[in-house]
């Protein structure tokens, strides 16, 4: 009974209109302990995900990350044997077009450029593709069988990848690199044709954000403009259509987030979701309409805040009313990654699934 119990999916209403569910996991044969990060759900049952373990000691930080693999919600995941990295800029990457089809592709110190395979069975079998790539993968995603994108960072800036034959020979464009972004740091594409990725660009000693949109599948690229104000690099990415979208801006002070009405082309502060009284830092952000979008932060209190045992740093802020009003809700720890799945918000949280949904 206790076994069963570990794995049982708790449901936690915590206002009119929105519940979590929490769907608690583990990892089998995992040493380190690793922490979900990005992944992607195939089917209600079926996911793969990074993950990934820092450690940090004598001021020096690093990371072991490896792809792991569900059958059963999430409930306990299991390493792809073989596959691991090591460094803060070097996680895998993964995209599968369906429960049986998809790719992995990761990095070593030894051969840093040859690492791609794919399955045609779900994970059971795995075909090495020994395709020549400038630089290491960043970020992974295909569209069918045969057509797939890359970020690759190489030393000299990123570039943009392309294969037309699942994998097997890549070609590569420079408009990325001839930009001046110092690394692919988010990528997102709605459909083949309309996609993002950006990154930082270094002006008198200042990441400045960077964004640039291709409309044509990657043949040609336009770049997006921020404020003069705005610094920091991409931390999350996400669009719901190809006109409204939002990105949040890290490794500054404050962590800011922001919103383009135009594909991207703009892009203006967003601070309707900010609360007065309260220092909060937004992660993520996810909208499942036009009405209804959800912002993930984590609270910094001052040094001399009276602090409450048990009580969590991190919420969401939900509206319904596209952004004229926000209620919030507490987790009961950070989040790492999110996706859209089945109407609903997920979450990667520790080892756990956080499931949100939201009733206008």
Not at 86 to 102: H, W
Not at 272 to 284: C, E, K, M, T, V
Request: charged letters at 15%; one cysteine or more; a negative charge.
């Amino acid at each position: 009974m206790s076994i069963i119990l570990l794995f049982i999916l708790f449901a936690q209403p915590i206002w009119a209109g929105v519940s979590i569910q929490k769907v608690q996991g583990r990892c089998v044969g995992c040493n380190p302990p690793f922490k979900l990060s990005q992944f992607q759900f195939v089917t209600p049952l079926e996911g793969w995900a990074t993950g990934f373990y820092i450690v940090a000691s004598g001021g020096h930080v690093s990371q072991s990350s490896v792809v792991l693999h569900t059958v059963n919600g999430g409930k306990t995941w299991m390493p792809v044997p073989d596959i691991e990295t090591y460094g803060l800029d070097v996680e895998p990457v993964f995209s599968f077009i369906n429960a049986q089809e998809g790719w992995i592709g990761w990095t070593t110190a030894s051969e840093p450029m040859d690492h791609l395979i794919k399955t045609a069975n779900g994970g059971h079998g795995w075909i090495r593709l020994a395709g020549s790539k400038p630089g290491l993968l960043a970020h992974l995603r295909f569209f069918d069988s045969h057509l797939g994108y890359a970020a690759i960072s190489t030393m000299h800036g990123p570039q943009f990848g392309v294969t037309r034959d699942g994998g097997k020979t890549w070609s590569f464009r420079k408009e990325l690199q001839d930009a001046g972004l110092l690394y692919p740091d988010v990528m997102h594409f709605l459909n083949p044709q309309v996609g993002w990725i950006g990154g930082t660009k270094e002006e008198n000693s200042v990441l400045h954000p960077r964004l640039l949109r291709t409309a044509n599948g990657g043949v040609s690229w336009q770049q997006g403009t921020f404020p003069k104000s705005a610094i920091g690099d991409p931390w999350d990415i996400f669009f719901l259509n190809s006109d409204h979208g939002w990105i949040v801006l890290g490794n500054a002070n404050p962590t800011a987030l922001f919103h383009t009405t135009d594909g991207g082309l703009t892009w203006s502060e967003d601070t309707s979701w900010a609360i007065q009284g309260y220092n909060l830092f937004p992660r993520a952000i996810r909208y499942l309409s036009d009405k209804i979008g959800l912002v993930f932060v984590s609270e910094r209190q001052p040094e001399d805040a009276n602090s409450v045992e048990g009580k969590s740093n991190s919420s969401v802020l939900v509206t319904t009313d596209a952004g004229l009003s926000w209620s919030r809700h507490e987790l009961t720890s950070e989040i790492q990654s999110c996706d859209v799945a089945k109407g609903e918000v997920w979450c990667t949280s520790g080892m756990d699934i956080l499931k949100i949904r939201v009733q206008p």
